[in-house]
């Protein structure tokens, strides 16, 4: 660590040295506290980070696949009603590529693909691998959660960045989300950075940095990537909230036109793209329309253990909450959303978690939501909640997240940067000297 302090980089066997230690205990909790500051302070450069990145994907098995086709996914920086996983993995199987989507669960207001596909009684995401090998071979995709072996460096070093109040950190973010990703043995990936008062990272400019960062990174590191910034200044679905989420993903499969169709496609395309695909568009678009991307998504539920029959009975699998009320506002258009208050809100009505390993109610949420620069019409959208106690708070809640203007804002694209694939050498240096870079 004192190379990275001194300003001498972080070079490739201290990357190892880190990863390795954080994995198999060689590193204090106090050592990983002190290398994420350093890191965070200082910062790394390209190659710094490219061996940061390789070395966490090393600390555990990376997965190899002998498939008939390209293995791509897809990584959101996350949002609120962000669904596009349930759809897009399904879009891409139907168009021949292969998709083993290794998610996460809801992280601060954002929720999480895994809670959302564990709306769907008896849906498993902790899949034994042979099993997760099966149906991605079989069906085209699968969507599971992370197994302990993947990248057990990130999982250690994310606990002590939290801790620590690192988590911050474009050089940290790019190694931890693409250390897991890449160990997932991909061929091609497209990053879905979010940009806006919901995102992760709100800032314009820093979601660019960081998707700029995520692209060089992952191509220096040997995966074909770019990067869609998209808008997270309203949720993208018009539900937030996990039982809610997945009926408007299923809409969305069975061809109803929405904001949520656009970005999954315009995902899919450069997903396709990148694994060597022309008309992509029309290929993406077709898999919708035609019915082949719904079938798969529902095999894939079958095959992971929940209904044969769901699409064809949604409200029989994803039950209502007690009480369903609409959110009363004044008349005029919608200026601005406070994305981040609408996912607190759905966290307020059980939908999300405060602390790790809480329970969540997969029936509560917000649905119907208005979309900016929409005649509001008296009304808001519609709270899905447990008690009336509970719906009267998420109410005030949406009520102040909304404002509302007599005429519509100018509105800004939902697709509003690409970053394509950049062919960037990896140049990581080898240690410039024997010894241990952690003192
Ligand atoms: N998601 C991750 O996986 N890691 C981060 O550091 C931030 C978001």
Request: charged share 20%; proline share 5%.
């Amino acid at each position: 660590m004192s190379g990275l302090l001194a300003g001498r980089g972080l070079d490739r066997d201290g990357a190892v040295l880190i990863a390795q230690g954080l994995a198999d205990g060689g590193v204090s909790d106090a050592q990983a506290a002190a290398f994420a500051m350093a890191v965070m302070f200082k910062g790394l450069d390209g190659p710094g980070r490219t061996a940061l990145t390789l070395a966490m994907r090393g600390s555990g098995e990376v997965l190899r696949w002998d498939l008939p086709g390209p293995v791509v996914d897809k990584h959101s920086t996350g949002g609120v009603g962000d669904v596009v996983s349930l759809i897009l993995a399904p879009v891409l199987a139907a168009c021949g590529v292969y998709v083993p989507m290794i998610s996460g669960r809801g992280l601060g207001h954002t929720g999480g693909t895994l809670d959302k596909l564990e709306s769907i009684p008896g849906y498993r995401v902790d899949l034994e691998e042979a099993e997760f090998r099966r149906i991605v071979r079989d069906v085209g995709c699968a969507i599971v959660a992370a197994s302990g072996k993947l990248a057990p460096a990130d999982r250690r070093l994310y606990a002590i960045r939290d801790e620590a109040a690192c988590v911050a950190s474009i050089d940290l973010i790019t190694a931890s989300i693409l250390s897991k990703k890449l160990a997932a043995g991909l061929d091609a990936l497209v990053l879905d950075v979010k940009s806006g008062s919901g995102a992760f990272i709100g800032e314009e400019d820093q979601a660019e940095a960081l998707a700029q960062s995520l692209v060089s990174t992952a191509n220096a590191a040997g995966g074909r990537t770019s990067a869609l910034i998209t808008d997270m200044d309203q949720p993208l679905a018009r539900a937030a909230g996990n039982g809610l989420e997945v009926r408007e993903a299923i809409a969305c499969l069975r061809g109803e036109p929405s904001a949520l169709r656009e970005v999954t496609l315009a995902l899919s395309a450069e997903a396709l793209r990148l694994a060597g695909q022309d008309d992509v568009a029309r290929r993406a678009a077709n898999a919708l329309d035609s019915g082949d991307a719904a079938e798969i998504f529902a095999r894939m539920v079958a095959g992971q253990g929940g209904p044969v029959d769901l699409i064809d009975n949604v409200s029989t699998y994803l039950p209502d909450a007690p009480v369903i009320r609409p959110i009363p506002a004044p008349e005029g258009f919608v200026a601005e959303t406070d994305v981040a208050a609408l996912g607190h809100a759905v966290i307020g009505l059980g939908g999300g978690r405060i602390r790790a390993g809480q329970a969540i109610d997969h029936r509560v949420g917000l649905s119907d939501l208005r979309r900016l620069a929409e005649p509001v019409e008296g009304l808001l959208g519609m709270v899905h909640a447990r008690t009336e106690e509970d719906a009267d708070a998420a109410i005030a809640a949406v009520q102040s997240a909304f404002r509302i203007a007599d005429t519509p804002p100018t509105l800004r694209p939902p697709i509003r940067n690409y970053i394509a694939p950049t062919k960037i050498e990896a140049h990581i240096p080898a240690a410039s000297t024997g010894g241990s870079d952690i003192e």
